[in-house]
């Protein structure tokens, strides 16, 4: 029934999911490109009612918004490393930080200037995030204040289209039943 209403929702969606994954490619925040793929929105249309759910990996909350660290750092939801968080621990399960600088080739070196290994690498980068933690990148929010602040208006002009087209069936429908 509201098509048009529909169609802008669809439009608002569209954009922000296509310029969010500009913004994280444009950042390098697009390493393995699971962040990028899993960027979407799901549009449900009932009778009565619509839903805009954008969906997206739960570490990329953490890349928008950021995460305080310990010591330093800024997040603009209060998202925080406290002292007794186990980073490190989620690095020796998961080696996510390992394979990163595996991937990136990025090696520390020791007081004596050796390489040390890519895993002693990825406990280092653990500490390193839980002290200063995430830097918020805003790769979403951008993209989705800026399409919101134009929402208002285009839905009330596709709102106005649709209930226009409603009123001409109605109308048409009436006129031809002889009423």
Do not use: C
Not at 67 to 76: A, E, I, M, N, P
Not at 136 to 145: A, E, G, L, Q
Not at 151 to 171: G, P, Q, S
């Amino acid at each position: 029934m509201l098509k048009n209403v529909q169609a802008e929702l669809n439009r608002f969606g569209k954009y922000v999911i296509q310029q969010s994954r500009s913004n994280l490619s444009k950042t390098n925040k697009n390493d393995t490109k699971a962040g990028y793929d899993s960027l979407k929105y799901d549009l449900n249309v009932s009778p009565n009612s619509f839903g805009l759910e954008f969906l997206m990996e739960n570490y990329l909350v953490f890349q928008d918004r950021g995460v305080k660290g310990t010591k330093s750092g800024k997040s603009l939801d209060n998202f925080s490393y406290k002292k007794s968080s186990n980073l490190v621990g989620v690095e020796y399960h998961t080696g996510t930080f390992k394979k990163w600088a595996k991937r990136k080739g990025v090696q520390f070196r020791n007081k004596k200037g050796r390489y040390v290994t890519h895993e002693q690498t990825g406990y280092m980068l653990a500490n390193l995030i839980k002290r200063r933690g995430i830097k918020p990148s805003m790769f979403f929010t951008k993209p989705f204040n800026k399409a919101f602040e134009r929402l208002d208006k285009d839905i009330v002009k596709a709102f106005r289209l649709d209930v226009e087209a409603l009123l001409l069936t109605t109308t048409k429908d009436n006129l031809n039943n002889g009423n």
